[in-house]
């Protein structure tokens, strides 16, 4: 994998955070195949997953992810990034995030927090990389009143 791909993939994962922070999900089939999926759901340390949901296609990811309105405000913030296979048009990558959303609940702001890991299936499509498969996996999550 050459250093653009890498870069190109890093990208990826960053718009998908700005799409999903400032609402802006024009950009959705930008960055997801068609026929791509979105499966939620929680890991642990040793590696177990729990599926909670899943949106497949690009008309479920548009309405699954237009439900993030009912917190006001979020913030993704993504870490390290590995590429942990390869070759030259797919890509399976692990990008952690601290994702902060702010709410309101009884006259006070609450802060949820989660602790993610998002384990992407990458296809290389006319050029440009996108979601082929990106499992959102919970690691842990906060919910505290904000300061």
Known sequence: MQANDREAIADLAKHYARCVDLRDFTLLPSLFMPAAKIIVGSANAAGAHEVWYRMDGIDQISAGLRQIVIYPITFHCLGQ??????????????????????????????????????????????????????????????????A
């Open 81 to 146: 990034q590995l590429v942990l296979e390869s070759d030259a048009d797919s890509a399976r990558t692990e990008t952690y995030c601290t994702a902060y959303h702010y709410y309101q609940k009884d006259n006070a702001e609450i802060e949820y927090i989660m602790f993610i890991r998002y384990v992407d299936d990458l296809v290389r499509n006319s050029g440009r990389w996108q979601f082929g498969q990106r499992r959102l996996l919970v690691q842990h999550t906060r919910g505290i009143p904000a």
